[in-house]
Every structure is written in C-alpha cells, then in structure tokens.
C-alpha cells in the first residue's frame, strides 16, 4: 500500500509539472525581426523639383516687388515732406522779414507821432489840408469805394478804388477816410505793414473821426506781431486823448489782457 501509494503521489506531481509547462506564455518575440516593416524613401522626379523650384522663384519675384512698391511711395512721401518743409523755411523767413519791416515802419510813425504832439501847429495843418471838392466825381468816387467795402464786401476790388481815389483826390476830406477803410482791409488780409501805415496816415488827422479806432488798430497790429510794449503805447495812446470814446474802452480792455 505505501509503495502504491508513492507512485500515485509521483505521478500526480509529474501531471502538475506537464500542466505548468504547457500553460506558460509564448516567448517575446525580437524587436529586430521581419513583422517590423521598415519605411521606404520617397523618390522625387525631376519635374517635381523644377515645380517647387518654379514655385519659390514667383514668391520671391512677389516679395521684391511689394517690397520695391513700398520703397517707391516712401520715397514719394519723403521728397513731398521735403518740399514741404522748404515752402515752410521760405514762409517762415517771409514772415520774419515782415515783421521786421513792420517794427520798423512802427518805430517811424512813433516818432513821427512823438513829434506832431510836440508841434500843436502842426496838427492843425494837418488836419485842415483836406477840402471838399464839388465835383461829383469825387464824393461818387468815395461812395462807391467804400460800398464796394461795406455792402459787396468785395476786398480787392475795393483796395483798388481807394488806393485810386487817394491818387485822384490827395487833398480830399475823405482821404482820412479813404486810409482808415484801406487799413481795415490790410489788416483783415494780415498784411500789416500796409496797414499800420493806412493807420498812421489817419492818426496824422487829428481831427478825424476815426483817429482813436485807427490807434488801437496800430496796437493789434503790435501785438500780432509780438511788440507788446508799442501795443501799450497805442492803447494807453487812445485812451488818454478819447477817454470817453469806446475806442478807449476797447483799449482798456485790451491793455488788461497785455498786463
């Protein structure tokens, strides 16, 4: 029985070392081997690579020529800056040369001013050189010089009739006139050396009644061209010799603004 018993026990053992063996896993298979499919290199044709070739040329032809268009308008825009700023330098230098002729023509009819105030005589001459003409040519003249001024507003037209009335008629007892309504116009065009002297001919007229309105336009003219000091001569001016005219006002007014 022991001996039957310990072939029973040795087959058993053999059965189960069979099983183990049949039911283990199948090896790994090599990484290197033949179910491993290894790509192959692309072929290019010749006509492929003519194609791409062909393809980058027209972009860089594209390129160059959206790059040369973008330098042509920039240098467009630089030569127009450029001939810009010439015309400014050329204006700039205009101006300045302006104002130099008009502080001068200021200083001038400064002292001239300086001394009719000193010659009393004078003024009257002055004033009593106008006389009225009874030829009707001339009141028409003035008439339809200053229409031309108030009613057309036609500037040019009217500086020539005025200019022209002074030449046909100096002695006229319009010519104050005449001089106070050129320097208006002047003054509205900003040429402010014609001006000031339009209103220094009417300052001249002491008598006149546009003699105050004709100083206080000599100051704006100072001012505008930065000679604050001759603007508060020309204010102050007015309003001493009419304090109760609103010329004087006005000078007033401005004279505070200049403080």
Do not use: C
């Amino acid at each position: 029985m022991n001996s039957n018993y310990k072939r029973v026990v040795a087959f058993t053992l053999l059965a189960s070392a069979a099983s183990f063996t049949f039911a283990a896993p199948a090896p790994v298979s090599d990484l290197n081997s033949s179910s491993t499919v290894a790509s192959k290199p692309t072929t290019v044709t010749p006509e492929a690579h003519t194609a791409k070739l062909e393809r980058l040329l027209k972009n860089s032809n594209r390129v160059q020529a959206n790059l040369q268009q973008q330098v042509d308008e920039l240098s467009m825009d630089l030569s127009e800056l450029r001939g810009q700023l010439e015309r400014s330098n050329h204006e700039r230098d205009q101006l300045v040369e302006r104002q130099k002729d008009l502080f001068i023509e200021l200083d001038r009819i400064r002292s001239e001013l300086a001394n009719i105030k000193k010659t009393p005589a004078q003024d009257t001459a002055l004033a009593t050189t106008g006389h009225y003409s009874s030829n009707q040519d001339e009141q028409q003249a003035y008439d339809s010089a200053v229409a031309l001024v108030l009613k057309k507003k036609d500037f040019d037209a009217a500086t020539v009739a005025l200019e022209q009335f002074k030449k046909d008629f100096p002695d006229s007892v319009f010519s104050a006139n005449a001089n106070y309504w050129l320097g208006q116009i002047y003054f509205t065009q900003k040429k402010d050396v014609e001006a000031a002297k339009a209103f220094a001919t009417v300052v001249s007229y002491k008598d006149s009644n546009k003699r105050a309105d004709a100083l206080v336009k000599l100051g704006d003219i100072a001012v505008r061209n930065n000679s604050n000091p001759a603007a508060k001569k020309y204010f102050q001016q007015a309003v001493d010799e009419y304090p109760n005219s609103a010329s004087a006002s006005l000078a007033k007014e401005k004279l505070q603004k200049l403080k």
